[in-house]
């Protein structure tokens, strides 16, 4: 398979973690026959810098024609720390997601075994959790108009959903529904809000397409403490944009660090994928960036075409590097590993995962080498 993605290494540790997800696939497109051809462009506070604007028309023209993008990180703390900046890196993402109708954002949940006393919670309460988030991304308060008063001292974001936008990714989280546990939970706060009650009736005219699947209902404040309380009782969640949002980075405590979770965000013709995390300013150019995230956002890439066979070899390939502790400090304090040889473990097992001879556990642990 020939594939041309966009690359939008973007703020922060955005280049950094991007480069060892083109580790990945450069080492998969090597070991199965496929192409890989990379063109990088400015996104973010990097494009403001340099252009002035967050979303450069030759970034969303390479986007709008390319099979898939690979997106970094975006944020920038001058921005971030200025409420009266008028252009802002998160901009660019926003109007990137509207231009490519990228409707449906996926997040899988799932803890690692050798890292669930990483997490925060008690170990009874995360093993065995495994579900995922089905955020709609193109809509809500993130979308609608937006007012501020002369005085600066009133402002207002129109919240405002169709049936239309509702009903298309309904259909996706039920249809994945399907393909696991056959449970999906709706998320929404109608004991107040309109838009909220449109997306209860929608949800229950879809769910009449798929009755082999339960749906059942929680206000969005219930739903962010049973994540904590009870995270095994979730197998699909549906949610509106602003509730996705929270609840997606809530549930990455489950995993014990944010820096382990992609996304993928779909629509009718384009994809885009990138890992949850922010920019992190304070680690940029530090080797200390988790990049596990970016490379399991390329496995979803590869998903995405079919490609599932060379998905699961970065899958094992992470399990791989859990396993042995190359891993960065946010998930062992004491780590010797950075960004790069994270990435190195990984590319490296792709090209020998089938002699594991090649990796010795002792070199590993005393940071030595990732192979022999």
């Given at each position: ?7 939008l ?26 192409e ?56 660019g ?17 799932k ?5 669930i ?19 709609e ?62 997306w ?60 382990l ?21 304070q680690?940029?150019?530090k ?58 473990f ?27």
């Amino acid at each position: 398979m020939n594939l041309k993605i966009a690359v939008l290494p973007g703020d922060g540790i955005g280049p950094e973690v991007i480069a060892q997800a083109k580790k990945a696939l450069y080492a998969i497109g090597e070991v199965y026959n496929h192409e890989f051809v990379f063109e990088e462009a400015l996104m973010g506070a990097i494009a403001i810098d340099k252009t002035g604007n967050p979303l450069p028309e030759q970034t969303l023209n390479l986007c709008l024609n390319t099979d898939a993008v690979l997106f970094g990180a975006i944020g920038d703390p001058k921005y971030d720390n200025n409420p009266n900046a008028k252009v802002r890196p998160e901009q660019g993402l926003l109007k990137l997601r509207k231009e490519l109708g990228l409707f449906a954002n996926i997040r899988p949940i799932k803890p690692y075994k050798a890292l669930i006393d990483s997490s925060p919670l008690k170990r009874e309460i995360i093993d065995g959790a495994d579900f995922t988030i089905f955020r709609e991304l193109t809509g809500g308060a993130y979308f609608g108009a937006k007012t501020l008063n002369e005085e600066g001292t009133h402002a207002s974001d129109l919240c405002e959903y169709s049936e239309e936008e509702i009903t298309r990714i309904s259909h996706l989280a039920f249809k994945s529904a399907q393909n696991r546990r056959k449970k999906l939970t709706m998320v929404d706060k109608a004991n107040v809000l309109e838009t909220s009650r449109l997306w209860r009736k929608v949800v229950q005219k879809v769910s009449l397409n798929y009755p082999d699947v339960v749906l059942d209902f929680l206000f969005v404040d219930n739903a962010a403490m049973q994540i904590i309380l009870n995270p095994k009782q979730f197998d699909v969640i549906l949610t509106e944009n602003l509730f996705g949002d929270i609840l997606s980075d809530e549930a990455s405590v489950i995993t014990g660090s944010i820096g382990l979770l992609a996304s993928a965000s779909l629509g009718e013709k384009n994809a885009l994928f990138e890992p949850i995390h922010g920019s992190y300013p304070q680690a940029k150019g530090k080797n200390i960036a988790n990049p596990i995230a970016s490379i399991l956002s390329a496995a979803m890439l590869l998903e995405h075409f079919g490609l599932f066979k060379e998905a699961n070899v970065i899958y094992q390939a992470v399990e791989k590097a859990i396993e042995y502790k190359v891993v960065t400090i946010d998930l062992k304090a004491d780590s010797k590993f950075g960004t790069n040889e994270v990435g190195e473990f990984v590319s490296n097992f792709i090209f020998s995962k089938d002699d594991l001879l090649y990796f010795n556990n002792d070199n590993v642990h005393i940071g030595q080498s990732t192979i022999v």
